[in-house]
Protein backbone atom coordinates (compact mmCIF):
# COMPACT_ATOMS: atom_id res chain seq x y z
CA UNK A 1 0.00 0.00 0.00
CA UNK A 2 1.45 3.27 -1.34
CA UNK A 3 -0.48 5.41 0.91
CA UNK A 4 -1.95 7.34 -1.76
CA UNK A 5 -5.47 7.31 -2.45
CA UNK A 6 -7.97 7.55 -5.52
CA UNK A 7 -11.28 7.55 -6.06
CA UNK A 8 -13.08 5.91 -7.98
CA UNK A 9 -11.08 2.88 -8.91
CA UNK A 10 -13.34 2.15 -12.05
CA UNK A 11 -15.77 4.99 -13.72
CA UNK A 12 -18.20 4.38 -17.10
CA UNK A 13 -19.43 7.72 -18.43
CA UNK A 14 -20.88 8.58 -22.06
CA UNK A 15 -19.25 11.00 -24.36
CA UNK A 16 -19.76 15.21 -23.34
CA UNK A 17 -19.99 14.24 -19.94
CA UNK A 18 -17.84 15.56 -17.04
CA UNK A 19 -16.00 13.75 -14.20
CA UNK A 20 -14.01 14.52 -11.11
CA UNK A 21 -11.47 12.28 -9.54
CA UNK A 22 -10.21 12.52 -6.23
CA UNK A 23 -6.49 11.53 -4.76
CA UNK A 24 -5.68 11.99 -1.19
CA UNK A 25 -1.86 12.01 -0.85
CA UNK A 26 0.36 10.02 1.12
CA UNK A 27 -0.13 11.71 5.05
CA UNK A 28 2.71 14.89 4.79
CA UNK A 29 3.51 14.68 1.42
CA UNK A 30 3.00 18.08 -0.26
CA UNK A 31 3.12 17.64 -4.08
CA UNK A 32 0.90 15.73 -5.84
CA UNK A 33 1.40 14.73 -9.73
CA UNK A 34 -1.75 13.56 -11.76
CA UNK A 35 -0.42 11.38 -15.03
CA UNK A 36 -2.74 9.53 -17.52
CA UNK A 37 -1.74 6.33 -18.83
CA UNK A 38 -3.12 5.05 -22.57
CA UNK A 39 -2.26 2.43 -24.91
CA UNK A 40 -1.43 4.62 -27.35
CA UNK A 41 0.11 7.92 -25.54
CA UNK A 42 1.77 5.74 -22.65
CA UNK A 43 2.32 7.82 -19.10
CA UNK A 44 1.71 11.16 -19.61
CA UNK A 45 2.62 14.07 -16.79
CA UNK A 46 -0.59 16.19 -16.52
CA UNK A 47 -0.05 18.58 -13.85
CA UNK A 48 1.82 18.56 -10.50
CA UNK A 49 0.49 20.60 -7.08
CA UNK A 50 2.21 22.09 -4.33
CA UNK A 51 1.30 22.50 -1.59
CA UNK A 52 -1.87 23.97 -3.23
CA UNK A 53 -0.22 26.10 -5.87
CA UNK A 54 0.22 24.94 -9.48
CA UNK A 55 3.91 23.58 -9.98
CA UNK A 56 3.97 22.50 -13.30
CA UNK A 57 1.54 21.77 -16.39
CA UNK A 58 2.40 18.88 -18.99
CA UNK A 59 0.04 17.45 -21.61
CA UNK A 60 -2.73 18.24 -19.59
CA UNK A 61 -6.10 19.43 -22.14
CA UNK A 62 -8.19 22.79 -22.03
CA UNK A 63 -11.19 20.76 -21.13
CA UNK A 64 -9.15 19.37 -18.20
CA UNK A 65 -8.55 21.29 -15.10
CA UNK A 66 -7.26 20.24 -11.23
CA UNK A 67 -6.65 21.98 -8.21
CA UNK A 68 -5.52 20.69 -4.36
CA UNK A 69 -7.30 21.69 -1.35
CA UNK A 70 -5.92 23.17 1.54
CA UNK A 71 -6.36 19.58 3.11
CA UNK A 72 -3.72 18.63 0.74
CA UNK A 73 -6.30 16.33 -1.32
CA UNK A 74 -6.81 16.69 -5.32
CA UNK A 75 -9.08 16.48 -7.88
CA UNK A 76 -9.04 15.86 -11.67
CA UNK A 77 -11.80 17.22 -13.52
CA UNK A 78 -12.10 16.11 -16.64
CA UNK A 79 -14.63 17.80 -19.13
CA UNK A 80 -16.88 17.00 -22.67
CA UNK A 81 -15.45 14.24 -22.89
CA UNK A 82 -14.65 12.10 -25.69
CA UNK A 83 -13.44 8.37 -26.26
CA UNK A 84 -10.04 9.49 -26.45
CA UNK A 85 -9.89 10.05 -23.15
CA UNK A 86 -10.53 6.83 -22.28
CA UNK A 87 -7.49 5.85 -19.92
CA UNK A 88 -6.04 5.22 -16.59
CA UNK A 89 -5.24 8.08 -14.52
CA UNK A 90 -2.82 8.04 -11.48
CA UNK A 91 -2.44 10.18 -8.77
CA UNK A 92 1.31 10.53 -7.12
CA UNK A 93 2.44 12.12 -4.32
CA UNK A 94 5.61 13.02 -3.06
CA UNK A 95 8.60 14.15 -0.42
CA UNK A 96 11.78 12.98 -2.40
CA UNK A 97 12.23 14.49 -6.15
CA UNK A 98 11.23 11.68 -8.58
CA UNK A 99 10.46 8.96 -5.65
CA UNK A 100 7.10 8.90 -6.56
CA UNK A 101 3.96 6.85 -4.84
CA UNK A 102 1.16 6.23 -6.89
CA UNK A 103 -1.96 5.27 -5.96
CA UNK A 104 -3.80 2.27 -7.96
CA UNK A 105 -5.02 4.79 -10.12
CA UNK A 106 -9.01 5.69 -12.03
CA UNK A 107 -9.89 3.70 -14.79
CA UNK A 108 -11.95 5.81 -16.84
CA UNK A 109 -13.89 4.38 -19.55
CA UNK A 110 -15.91 6.97 -21.70
CA UNK A 111 -18.41 5.46 -23.72
CA UNK B 1 12.39 18.64 -23.58
CA UNK B 2 13.43 15.41 -22.78
CA UNK B 3 12.72 11.67 -24.67
CA UNK B 4 13.07 8.06 -22.71
CA UNK B 5 13.31 5.26 -25.24
CA UNK B 6 12.76 1.59 -24.25
CA UNK B 7 13.26 -0.51 -27.41
CA UNK B 8 12.10 -3.72 -26.04
CA UNK B 9 8.47 -4.07 -25.84
CA UNK B 10 8.39 -7.34 -24.14
CA UNK B 11 11.07 -10.05 -22.87
CA UNK B 12 10.48 -13.40 -21.14
CA UNK B 13 12.85 -14.93 -18.64
CA UNK B 14 12.53 -18.01 -16.64
CA UNK B 15 12.56 -17.82 -13.00
CA UNK B 16 16.04 -17.75 -11.65
CA UNK B 17 17.45 -16.57 -14.51
CA UNK B 18 19.03 -12.82 -15.37
CA UNK B 19 17.21 -10.12 -17.79
CA UNK B 20 18.22 -7.05 -18.99
CA UNK B 21 16.38 -4.04 -20.21
CA UNK B 22 17.62 -1.49 -22.00
CA UNK B 23 16.55 2.29 -22.06
CA UNK B 24 18.48 5.65 -23.95
CA UNK B 25 17.28 9.28 -23.26
CA UNK B 26 17.71 12.15 -24.73
CA UNK B 27 18.89 15.54 -22.88
CA UNK B 28 20.98 18.47 -22.88
CA UNK B 29 20.71 18.93 -19.61
CA UNK B 30 23.83 17.78 -17.26
CA UNK B 31 22.02 16.98 -13.80
CA UNK B 32 19.32 14.59 -14.04
CA UNK B 33 17.99 11.48 -12.25
CA UNK B 34 17.02 8.67 -13.68
CA UNK B 35 14.46 6.15 -12.45
CA UNK B 36 12.70 2.49 -12.83
CA UNK B 37 9.23 1.86 -12.37
CA UNK B 38 7.53 -1.01 -12.54
CA UNK B 39 3.72 -1.66 -12.95
CA UNK B 40 2.37 -5.26 -12.06
CA UNK B 41 -0.93 -6.80 -12.71
CA UNK B 42 -2.42 -5.03 -9.73
CA UNK B 43 -1.22 -1.46 -12.01
CA UNK B 44 -0.06 0.53 -8.88
CA UNK B 45 3.26 1.86 -9.83
CA UNK B 46 6.25 1.34 -7.90
CA UNK B 47 9.64 2.80 -7.84
CA UNK B 48 12.61 -0.12 -8.11
CA UNK B 49 15.78 2.08 -8.51
CA UNK B 50 17.27 5.43 -8.58
CA UNK B 51 20.44 7.43 -10.09
CA UNK B 52 21.64 10.47 -9.93
CA UNK B 53 23.78 11.60 -12.81
CA UNK B 54 26.92 12.68 -11.26
CA UNK B 55 27.29 9.91 -9.26
CA UNK B 56 29.36 7.10 -11.28
CA UNK B 57 28.60 4.29 -8.97
CA UNK B 58 25.60 2.11 -10.37
CA UNK B 59 22.78 2.00 -8.26
CA UNK B 60 21.56 -1.41 -7.02
CA UNK B 61 18.72 -2.41 -4.74
CA UNK B 62 19.38 -5.88 -3.93
CA UNK B 63 18.14 -8.15 -7.31
CA UNK B 64 18.17 -5.05 -9.09
CA UNK B 65 21.31 -3.07 -10.19
CA UNK B 66 21.63 -0.56 -13.51
CA UNK B 67 24.48 0.31 -15.81
CA UNK B 68 24.53 3.66 -16.48
CA UNK B 69 26.56 4.87 -19.15
CA UNK B 70 26.31 8.90 -18.79
CA UNK B 71 28.15 9.42 -22.11
CA UNK B 72 26.06 7.07 -24.15
CA UNK B 73 22.89 8.22 -22.64
CA UNK B 74 22.04 4.74 -21.49
CA UNK B 75 20.04 3.51 -18.55
CA UNK B 76 19.75 -0.61 -18.17
CA UNK B 77 18.03 -2.56 -15.46
CA UNK B 78 19.74 -5.87 -14.79
CA UNK B 79 17.52 -8.22 -12.81
CA UNK B 80 18.89 -11.24 -11.37
CA UNK B 81 17.34 -14.72 -9.86
CA UNK B 82 14.17 -13.48 -11.51
CA UNK B 83 11.29 -14.52 -9.22
CA UNK B 84 7.50 -14.94 -10.14
CA UNK B 85 6.43 -11.46 -8.46
CA UNK B 86 8.98 -9.59 -10.94
CA UNK B 87 6.31 -10.20 -13.71
CA UNK B 88 5.36 -6.66 -14.12
CA UNK B 89 5.92 -3.65 -16.91
CA UNK B 90 8.84 -1.76 -16.21
CA UNK B 91 8.92 1.77 -17.06
CA UNK B 92 12.69 4.34 -17.22
CA UNK B 93 12.29 7.40 -16.36
CA UNK B 94 13.88 10.77 -15.98
CA UNK B 95 13.95 13.86 -14.25
CA UNK B 96 15.78 16.98 -14.60
CA UNK B 97 17.24 18.03 -11.73
CA UNK B 98 17.37 21.51 -9.82
CA UNK B 99 13.88 22.53 -11.56
CA UNK B 100 11.47 23.74 -9.92
CA UNK B 101 9.25 20.65 -10.41
CA UNK B 102 9.59 17.35 -10.35
CA UNK B 103 7.82 15.62 -13.28
CA UNK B 104 9.04 12.83 -14.45
CA UNK B 105 9.04 11.84 -18.44
CA UNK B 106 8.45 8.14 -18.77
CA UNK B 107 9.38 5.75 -21.63
CA UNK B 108 7.12 3.20 -23.22
CA UNK B 109 7.84 0.23 -20.95
CA UNK B 110 8.87 -2.82 -21.38
CA UNK B 111 6.56 -5.95 -20.40
CA UNK B 112 8.63 -8.69 -18.34
CA UNK B 113 7.20 -12.38 -17.81
CA UNK B 114 8.64 -14.58 -15.40
CA UNK B 115 7.84 -18.19 -16.76
CA UNK B 116 7.95 -20.74 -13.77
Known amino acids: DSGVTQTPKHLITATGQRVTLRCSPRSGDLSVYWYQQSLDQGLQFLIQ???????AKGNILERFSAQQFPDLHSELNLSSLELGDSALYFC??????????FGEGSRLTVL | AQTVTQSQPEMSVQEAETVTLSCTYD???????LFWYKQPPSRQMILVIR??????QNATENRFSVNFQKAAKSFSLKISDSQLGDTAMYFC?????????????FGAGTTVTVRA
Open chain 2, 27 to 33: TSESNYY
Open chain 1, 92 to 101: ASSVVPGELF
Open chain 2, 93 to 105: AFMKRGSNDYKLS
Open chain 2, 51 to 56: QEAYKQ
Open chain 1, 49 to 55: YYNGEER
